[in-house]
């Protein structure tokens, strides 16, 4: 992997943690962003050193979103012909695929959310498993408020994680969530006093999960996210299929050890991916 210039990527103790960093841009999406990510993300899903990731940002704000002179660039979109249009649906599914790796990730994935959480970093959190905010955060679906549809996650997302009528309240007017309302409603765990606080709880989590068997992280994962989708009976299928998959007596039984014991225990990483490529 190619070291990113649009953020930081640590790996200690089996948490990566991507620290966001060019708060002189309110750390907005361009696409070298994009690709950076998706490098980023294809790295640390192939590999085996990080049980978790954690992401966080710089500055006052988040993200302030897709940046805006991207449209003029590299995701200029053609409506003069028919054959331009199409080509969007290719433009955007290569957008969305880059958001939907954070949730196909074979490991959590927690983010530290600071000021605002601005269009296009509403589509990426939203595809995380976990959010910490600051008491100073806010959301906001600001793709209404510049003529468009928002169009990489966060209309197909935040209806799992939200109320119905209030993503559409959000969707359609373009306001302001604070991050109590945030908390209020389930789109954030946690609001603590400050960046660093929120940071903190993320990276306290991180290390409560990176201490468990990562296939049992892999295969949690696996199932809730399947059962958000499906109906139950669906799911509990899916379950049986899955747990005969990865259940390890040996798993088990060094936990429950190690929990009787007061100590940590030791548990083998997940495997390392080959693609037909390599």
Request: with cysteine; net charge negative.
């Amino acid at each position: 992997m190619n070291k990113p210039t649009c953020f930081e990527l640590t790996i200690d103790q089996h948490i990566a943690h991507m620290v966001m960093n060019r708060p002189d841009r309110m750390n907005t999406l361009d696409m070298q962003f994009w690709r950076e990510l998706d490098d980023a993300l294809h790295h640390l899903h192939q590999g085996q050193e990080a049980r978790v990731l954690v992401i966080s940002s710089t500055g006052k704000h988040f993200s302030a979103g897709m940046s805006l002179d991207a449209f003029g660039g590299s995701v200029s979109m053609d409506d003069q012909t028919a054959e331009g249009r199409a080509a969007i649906f290719d433009m955007l599914s290569g957008l969305q695929a880059t958001f939907t790796r954070l949730e196909t990730l074979r490991i959590p994935v927690l983010v530290a959310i600071q000021g605002g959480c601005i269009g296009g970093a509403v589509d990426m959190v939203t595809a995380a498993c976990m959010r910490y905010a600051s008491a100073d955060a806010f959301f906001c679906i600001q793709e209404i408020n510049i003529g468009m549809v928002a169009d990489v996650g966060t209309l197909q997302r935040l209806p799992k994680l939200m109320p119905m009528a209030l993503v559409k309240e959000l969707a359609y007017t373009g306001r302001r969530m604070g991050a109590d309302k945030a908390l209020q409603y389930g789109l954030v765990n946690e609001v603590l006093p400050d960046a660093a606080s929120a940071l903190a709880a993320a990276m306290k989590a991180a290390q409560e999960m990176a201490a468990k068997p990562p296939v049992a992280l892999w295969g949690t994962k696996q199932a809730l996210h399947y059962a958000r989708d499906h109906s139950v009976d669906d799911a509990l299928k899916q379950m049986g299929w899955l747990q005969s998959g990865i259940w390890s007596n040996a798993h088990v039984q060094q936990a429950i050890a190690a929990f009787q014991a007061k100590k940590a225990a030791v548990f083998p990483d997940l495997a390392t991916l080959k693609s037909f490529k390599d």
